[in-house]
């Protein structure tokens, strides 16, 4: 057994802590003097019903002088130009769009599921098309909504001739519209404007800028030590919506650089019967694991302006020979080095402290030719449990490859477990590479065969 010590992450003016919150606080986010993709100010349109406007308008300004903290929860030092993200919001009734009581009212009188979410939608389409015919436009986009249009039109489950049975969230479907217009979205519910939410103030604001600051394109922080000119690839799979075909998948990628810049990548559709294969588990047939691979290598080359020295794979179950095989004769052929690698959360294995605290975070033990690693539990180095339950190690099977040592894999493991610019939270579960692979999917989803999804992170959290 083996202890692997807390993952360092970088910050403005190359400044080190183990702690996002910290760091940002005490150094400013990674991209505000190196990358040129610092945020110096951040137009801010909203959407939503006049007074929803307005008090999200100022729920946002007042947050971004700063949040006091408590005795669990760190100040938020702001969104200011001295201090915090070192940036400024701006707000422009020309970069609102309101929604008028009368079109609400049609949308929410709406008798059918169905049709009042469909009705929402088309709302909420015309008014993003609208912003962004603008001659001025937003970068980033608040959505208000109200604790009535959450009742009525947060989520729908309906029968659909063709599709079957259907289950429709209206967050991800509004990720889906967005996209087309290219704005980064955030909703916001009545409850965090108005202080109902209990969350503590200071931790929903680091939450909030957190991702508000990524979806602006800044990055907060980046790993430190990950291997330069590695792409770390995420696959996972996702049902198209309906359940009229129900042995369907769509695969997934997510996939990363040693900086944490993301890419999201829709695959080809198969079929996956787990009748017929014995596996509840999707695996892809050799040439649909090459073509997969051959799609990120050329996306990620087309992106990040280079070809990555490096490949690391994450995936959820363990590798068939087939899929094995299509997956290696892809990456052999652009790139020298490459580690395969299958992740699995799992409850059944756990190691019993004879201490009152959870194992610690970055713990590592095998059994056979299983490796075992702990990234959530005990964080000594600043004497803190981050999490609600009884922490269960990963799983880690199926290293193939051979370029890089198991140490140094399960050290990269616990690092990306902490790329989640979506919070502001120390750690994780699952790495970023298949941590948003369901958040994804869902997303994925509502974007019609027809379309291309934009690769950007940004726009699916």
Same mark, same amino acid.
């Given at each position: 057994?083996?202890?692997?010590?807390?993952?360092?992450?970088?910050?403005?003016?190359?400044?080190?802590?183990?702690?996002?919150?910290?760091?940002?606080?005490?150094?400013?986010?990674?991209?505000?003097?190196?990358?040129?993709?610092?945020?110096?100010?951040?137009?801010?349109?909203?959407?939503?019903?006049?007074?929803?406007?307005?008090?999200?308008?100022?729920?946002?300004?007042?947050?971004?002088?700063?949040?006091?903290?408590?005795?669990?929860?760190?100040?938020?030092?702001?969104?200011?130009?001295?201090?915090?993200?070192? =940036?400024?919001?701006?707000?422009?009734?020309?970069?609102?769009?309101?929604?008028?009581?009368?079109?609400?009212?049609?949308?929410?009188?709406?008798?059918?599921?169905?049709?009042?979410?469909?009705?929402?939608?088309?709302?909420?389409?015309?008014?993003?098309?609208?912003?962004?015919?603008?001659?001025?436009?937003?970068?980033?986009?608040?959505?208000?909504?109200?604790?009535?249009?959450?009742?009525?039109?947060?989520?729908?489950? $309906?029968?659909?001739?063709?599709?079957?049975?259907? @289950?429709?969230?209206?967050? %991800?479907?509004?990720?889906?519209?967005? #996209?087309?217009?290219?704005?980064?979205?955030?909703?916001?519910?009545?409850?965090?404007?108005?202080?109902?939410?209990?969350?503590?103030? =200071?931790?929903?604001?680091?939450?909030?800028?957190?991702?508000?600051?990524?979806?602006?394109?800044?990055?907060?922080?980046?790993?430190?030590?990950?291997?330069?000119?590695?792409? $770390?690839?995420?696959?996972?799979?996702?049902?198209?919506?309906?359940?009229?075909?129900?042995?369907?998948?769509?695969?997934?990628?997510?996939?990363?650089?040693?900086?944490?810049?993301?890419?999201?990548?829709?695959? @080809?559709?198969?079929?996956?019967?787990?009748?017929?294969?014995?596996?509840?588990?999707?695996?892809?047939?050799?040439?649909?694991?090459?073509?997969? #691979?051959?799609?990120?290598?050329?996306?990620?080359?087309?992106?990040?302006?280079?070809?990555?020295?490096?490949?690391?794979?994450?995936?959820?179950?363990?590798?068939?020979?087939?899929?094995?095989?299509?997956?290696?004769?892809?990456?052999? =052929?652009?790139?020298?080095?490459?580690?395969?690698?299958?992740? %699995?959360?799992?409850?059944?294995?756990?190691?019993?402290?004879?201490?009152?605290?959870?194992?610690?975070?970055?713990?590592?033990?095998?059994?056979?030719?299983?490796?075992?690693?702990?990234?959530?539990?005990?964080?000594?180095?600043?004497?803190?449990?981050?999490?609600?339950?009884?922490?269960?190690?990963?799983?880690?099977?199926?290293?193939?490859?051979?370029?890089? =040592?198991?140490?140094?894999?399960?050290?990269?493991?616990?690092?990306?477990?902490?790329?989640?610019?979506?919070?502001?939270?120390?750690?994780?579960?699952?790495?970023?590479?298949?941590?948003?692979?369901?958040?994804?999917?869902?997303? #994925?989803?509502?974007?019609?065969?027809?379309?291309?999804?934009?690769?950007?992170?940004?726009?699916?959290?």
């Amino acid at each position: 057994m083996t202890h692997f010590a807390e993952p360092l992450l970088l910050f403005g003016d190359d400044g080190l802590h183990i702690d996002p919150k910290a760091g940002i606080a005490r150094y400013g986010p990674r991209s505000w003097k190196v990358s040129g993709r610092h945020p110096a100010r951040l137009r801010v349109g909203l959407i939503g019903t006049p007074q929803l406007i307005e008090s999200a308008r100022d729920w946002l300004m007042g947050r971004a002088e700063g949040v006091l903290g408590d005795a669990k929860n760190p100040e938020f030092p702001g969104w200011q130009n001295d201090r915090g993200f070192f =940036s400024s919001l701006e707000f422009d009734d020309a970069w609102n769009e309101e929604l008028g009581q009368s079109e609400l009212r049609d949308v929410l009188e709406t008798k059918s599921q169905q049709d009042r979410f469909g009705a929402v939608l088309v709302l909420y389409e015309a008014k993003l098309r609208l912003l962004s015919e603008r001659d001025s436009t937003p970068d980033y986009v608040v959505i208000p909504i109200s604790d009535q249009l959450v009742r009525r039109c947060g989520v729908a489950d $309906y029968r659909d001739p063709d599709q079957g049975l259907v @289950h429709r969230d209206l967050r %991800q479907a509004l990720k889906a519209r967005a #996209m087309k217009y290219r704005f980064p979205t955030q909703i916001i519910r009545e409850p965090t404007l108005d202080g109902r939410d209990k969350t503590p103030p =200071s931790r929903i604001a680091w939450n909030f800028f957190t991702a508000m600051y990524c979806k602006a394109g800044g990055y907060p922080w980046s790993p430190y030590g990950l291997a330069s000119g590695t792409c $770390y690839v995420g696959v996972g799979f996702y049902r198209p919506m309906g359940t009229s075909e129900t042995t369907m998948q769509t695969s997934l990628i997510q996939a990363f650089n040693e900086r944490g810049d993301g890419l999201v990548l829709r695959g @080809h559709d198969f079929d996956w019967d787990p009748k017929k294969t014995g596996s509840r588990s999707p695996h892809l047939t050799e040439e649909a694991a090459n073509q997969l #691979m051959e799609l990120i290598l050329d996306r990620y080359e087309r992106e990040m302006k280079q070809r990555p020295t490096r490949v690391v794979v994450h995936k959820t179950s363990r590798y068939w020979p087939g899929e094995l095989e299509g997956f290696r004769t892809a990456i052999e =052929s652009r790139v020298r080095r490459y580690d395969l690698m299958a992740l %699995q959360p799992q409850s059944v294995v756990r190691l019993i402290t004879t201490s009152k605290y959870p194992p610690l975070r970055g713990t590592r033990f095998s059994i056979g030719d299983l490796d075992y690693l702990y990234t959530t539990g005990y964080i000594s180095a600043l004497r803190e449990f981050h999490g609600m339950h009884v922490p269960s190690p990963l799983q880690v099977a199926d290293h193939v490859g051979q370029d890089t =040592s198991r140490d140094t894999l399960l050290r990269e493991v616990l690092a990306l477990t902490k790329l989640n610019w979506n919070s502001a939270a120390l750690g994780g579960l699952l790495p970023i590479t298949i941590k948003f692979s369901r958040l994804v999917g869902e997303v #994925m989803k509502e974007i019609p065969a027809d379309r291309d999804p934009l690769p950007q992170f940004k726009f699916y959290i």
